[in-house]
């Protein structure tokens, strides 16, 4: 007789659980997972707007590497699955002080529009930025984004003792972002759109380090709209997994972790099921667990975010609007004045900014057709907010009123048919335990990222995946977290 398989429960249905499904399947494992929702996906939710859906929650596809070798591990070929177009055009970017700058993922072509937008200096540094950006990307793309999160001490062992110095300084960890962009570029819009970056990993320019210039690399590596949006992407990875055997049950929240002689056993559902397992991987945000919102057993298996070191979340607004006056692009990116500003009124005065930062995508818009739409088309709009929505009520309508005014005074006409607000209080309740958060802790700090958990827990048999562990948040680094953990997972039960 064989050895029996070894049986695996993934608690959400997000992107990195949607991935461990999939590597835990294709290695023989009996897969089966537990969605509370209706649908899988996790954040790349869809939000009906009248007769519509939109993306409601990542819309920007990079790292296409990722899923390629997803799918290839598992025989398949993702440009298959999928239809992509990958955008010559990154984003528009526009300021209420005067101004408008398209980013291409070409270098040269990028270094042309600076140069047209704020000189030959800013272009030359732009050259020099887009090649930091990529050697840093390039050290860590395979001990670290591809690894197991590291302790300090690892760090030191994969590097190298004496090659540690050269190392800091390619990286550049004890500088902030902020301050490094100086380095590069005179005209402060420019500082501005750069230190942008910050925020997909829901930081403050102002306090990450450098080293999160990786993510302009990443984009810059290839920027893909997809057909049917992200959603399409949360369908393919599903589909995947149960094309591996792995079994979806929806609608089935978990009460808790059962746990024996300090290893997890199995799950108890909401309605009192119970169901056995050898590796159980929670795909969901660590705090969580900490709350204790899986039972007692899995308590001390995470890790609380402290309030102040809790990420963003936002004030989402989902349209169907006519657009007038400015030439939107698919991916656009409204700038007012005193960037400094807006995060103090965040991270310092928990408070909506005054004057936000409004990113803009336009989901009809893009492909191989990067033309208007006749009439109404699909827009979502998102703004940064502090992650208190569990104790704090923020007004949503006005985030939206200061939104519009921004755009209007960059030249964009909104003429509204139907609209669905979000505020952090919704994403509080949609994601229990982190006040709204949207991309687990912070990244502040010289140590930030290597703060965030790792796949395996104290609780033998119990692994994490998601955004709010290693290596970080956004939906490639979810999946990536998710095939790390089905690796360690299947590593201890060899």
Request: hydrophobic content about 45%.
């Amino acid at each position: 007789m064989g050895q029996p398989k070894m049986r695996a429960i993934v608690v959400g249905a997000g992107a990195g659980g949607l991935a461990a499904a999939i590597d835990l399947a294709r290695a023989g494992a009996d897969v089966t997972v537990i969605e509370k929702g209706d649908a899988a996906g996790g954040k790349m939710r869809r939000q009906p707007v009248g007769n519509v859906a939109l993306d409601a929650g990542p819309t920007v596809f990079t790292m296409r590497w990722i899923f390629d070798e997803l799918f290839a591990d598992a025989g398949k070929d993702f440009g298959e699955a999928l239809s992509l177009n990958r955008a010559r055009l990154l984003a528009r970017h526009a300021w209420r002080s005067g101004g408008r700058l398209d980013l291409f993922s070409d270098v040269e072509e990028s270094a042309a529009a600076i140069e047209a937008f704020s000189g030959p200096d800013d272009a030359q540094g732009y050259r020099r930025f887009a090649a930091r950006s990529a050697s840093i990307f390039e050290t860590l793309r395979d001990p670290f984004i591809k690894d197991q999160r590291p302790s300090e001490l690892e760090v030191v062992r994969r590097v190298g003792l004496f090659d540690m110095p050269a190392f800091l300084a390619n990286i550049r960890p004890m500088t902030t972002l902020w301050a490094e962009l100086h380095r590069f570029f005179r005209d402060p819009r420019l500082i501005q759109l750069f230190g942008r970056y910050a925020t997909y990993v829901g930081s403050s320019p102002f306090q990450t380090p450098a080293t999160i210039m990786l993510v302009a690399h990443a984009e810059r590596d290839g920027v893909w709209s997809v057909d049917g949006g992200m959603g399409a992407v949360a369908k393919a990875l599903q589909g995947l997994a149960s094309d591996l055997g792995a079994s979806f049950s929806f609608g089935r929240g978990v009460k808790q972790i059962i746990a024996d002689q300090g290893r997890a056993t199995g799950v108890e559902l909401d309605d009192g099921d119970k169901v056995e397992a050898d590796a159980i991987i929670f795909n969901g945000d660590v705090s969580a667990l900490a709350a204790g919102l899986l039972g007692e057993n899995a308590k001390r298996a995470g890790k609380q975010t402290p309030r102040a070191k809790r990420s963003l979340s936002a004030v989402t607004a989902c349209l169907v609007a006519r657009a007038r006056g400015f030439p939107l692009a698919h991916h656009t990116v409204f700038f007012d004045e005193d960037y400094p500003a807006e995060f103090r009124r965040i991270f310092d005065a928990r408070a909506l900014p005054e004057k936000p930062t409004v990113y803009l995508c336009a989901q009809d818009r893009g492909g191989a057709n990067d033309a208007p739409p006749d009439g109404a088309e699909r827009i979502f709009l998102l703004t940064n907010a502090p992650p208190d929505g569990d104790i704090s009520d923020f007004d949503a309508d006005a985030a939206y009123a200061r939104a519009l005014d921004l755009m209007s005074a960059c030249g964009l006409s909104l003429e509204v048919e139907d609209a669905a607000l979000t505020s952090p209080t919704d994403f509080a309740e949609r994601y229990p335990a982190t006040g709204g958060a949207l991309y687990g802790q912070t990244s502040h700090g010289m140590m930030g990222t290597l703060a965030r958990a790792g796949a395996a827990t104290k609780l033998q048999g119990l692994y994490m995946a998601g955004g709010s562990v290693h290596p970080g948040p956004g939906v490639p680094m979810a999946v990536m977290s998710g095939r790390l953990a089905a690796r360690r997972a299947l590593a201890d039960l060899a």
